[in-house]
């Protein structure tokens, strides 16, 4: 257990529905990171939140947004859904921002478009 | 282009013998190179990680390489077992910013049979 939680676990639901995917991170840590993992492609960096700002970006779409609360727990809103965004959703926590940091990674809730 | 490149992509081993997994990567400037296993369905767990003026590290039964000169590493399993079965994802830090942006590898799926 990495001491990252993830709500739902899985959901399901139609094309053109928007859902909320929520991340707690580790006891302390202040970076909050968000991946996707679909079938046929690795995992790819969605975005970075530190200490409740956006710290870096990567290959997230426009349809796509999050935020970092001030108790440090992040959700990822995904809206107007299209059947490949079905995948894996991880978030992951380290203690601060960049370098050497370990991420930690939560179980991850698996999205299913349909 | 940034880019982390794996082979094999899958392998199948008896249980007891040994594997080792390559990765070779284009990324620049280079921060960390980290291996991560992932059991089908959970997140990510930390194996390894290096730093470019670290050229072996071990974890217990799995032990990384690093030549950062030919920008390659390498994964050995030693008496491999049941439990090892999972995918093997290698991941470099992106050394450009202090952010916590990865860039990973398709993984090496590893079977290991009794």
Redesign the interface.
């Known amino acids: 257990d ?1 001491g ?1 939680t993830q709500t739902p676990k899985h959901l399901i639901t139609a094309t053109g529905q928007r859902v909320t995917l929520r991340c707690s991170p580790r006891s302390g840590d202040l ?1 909050v ?1 968000w991946y996707q993992q679909s079938l046929d ?5 969605l975005i ?1 939140y530190y200490n409740g700002e956006e ?2 970006k ?1 290959n997230i779409l426009e349809r796509f947004s999050a935020q970092q609360f001030p108790d440090l727990h992040s959700e990822l809103n995904l809206s107007s859904l299209e059947l490949g965004d079905s995948a ?1 959703y ?1 978030c ?1 926590s ?1 203690p601060t ?12 809730t ?1 999205l299913t478009v349909l | 282009k940034n880019q982390v490149e794996q082979s094999p992509q899958s392998l199948i081993i008896l249980e007891g013998k040994n594997c080792t997994l390559q990765c070779n990567y284009t990324v620049s400037p280079f ?2 190179l ?1 291996w991560y296993k992932q059991d089908t ?6 194996l390894t ?1 290096m ?1 470019f003026s670290e050229n072996t590290k071990s974890n217990g039964r799995y032990t990384a390489t690093l030549d950062a000169d030919t920008k390659q590493s390498s994964l050995h399993i030693t008496a491999s077992q049941l439990s090892d079965s999972a995918s093997y ?1 290698c991941v470099v ?1 992106h050394g450009s ?11 090496t799926t590893l079977q290991v049979k009794p």
């Open positions: 990495s990252v970076s990171y492609q690795g995992l790819q960096f970075q710290r870096a990567g894996l991880f992951a380290s921002s960049g370098g050497y940091n370990e991420q930690f990674f939560g179980p991850g698996r | 921060s960390n980290r369905g959970r997140g990510p767990v930390s990680i730093t994802i830090k910013s202090n952010t916590g942006k990865l860039i990973f590898g398709q993984g």
